[in-house]
């Protein structure tokens, strides 16, 4: 059983990584600055997490624990395309640009989050999960939807109404269609 001293330290690490994802993108941020923000000694980060790309995987579950934990089995095509909104200047800090030494490490750990989250059996998955599950190739389409969202996201100003009201439409449009085929 794990102690809630060692619950709250863990915590308290992914807390700082995801508050550095805020405002780093992934490969400019050092265990030594995720130990800074968490107030603890590298030696503690170290057992708690093997390195930053662990520490990233329980920053992306986080991020999905109140979206899966908010008691619905359901959720509309405006709730995903808000979750992808609001969650956008963290999850961008994670696409590293190809040319980037991170980049294979980090498409590395996207992939395989996506796939856990892919091919575990929830039946609280929103249908959208459940129609990429059931797709020819999950990955690929998971991939697909992720990366274009990505594309579309950095073409946009979400600081300025318009462009959140217009990506929104855009995205609540494709989730629709991906919902009815």
């Not at 102690?3 to 330290?9: G, I, P």
């Not at 980037?100 to 395989?112: G, M, S, V």
């Amino acid at each position: 059983m794990v102690s809630y001293a060692r619950l709250r330290t863990r915590n308290q690490i992914t807390m700082a990584m995801l508050t550095l994802l805020k405002t780093h993108r992934i490969e400019n941020i050092e265990v030594t600055q995720i130990c800074e923000a968490a107030f603890i000694k590298r030696s503690t980060f170290y057992r708690y997490f093997h390195d930053k790309i662990d520490l990233t995987e329980a920053v992306l579950d986080k991020i999905l624990e109140g979206w899966q934990n908010d008691g619905r089995t359901e959720h509309t095509a405006a709730e995903i395309a808000d979750f992808f909104m609001n969650n956008y200047d963290v999850l961008s800090h994670l696409r590293v640009n190809s040319n980037n030494r991170h980049y294979a490490e980090n498409q590395r750990l996207l992939q395989n989050w996506l796939m856990t989250q892919i091919t575990q059996v929830d039946k609280s998955a929103p249908p959208i999960v459940n129609k990429i599950r059931k797709s020819h190739d999950p990955m690929l389409i998971s991939s697909f939807l992720l990366e274009g969202t990505f594309g579309i996201l950095s073409q946009i100003d979400l600081t300025n109404q318009s462009d959140r009201l217009r990506m929104k439409a855009f995205l609540i449009e494709v989730v629709e269609k991906i919902n009815q085929s």
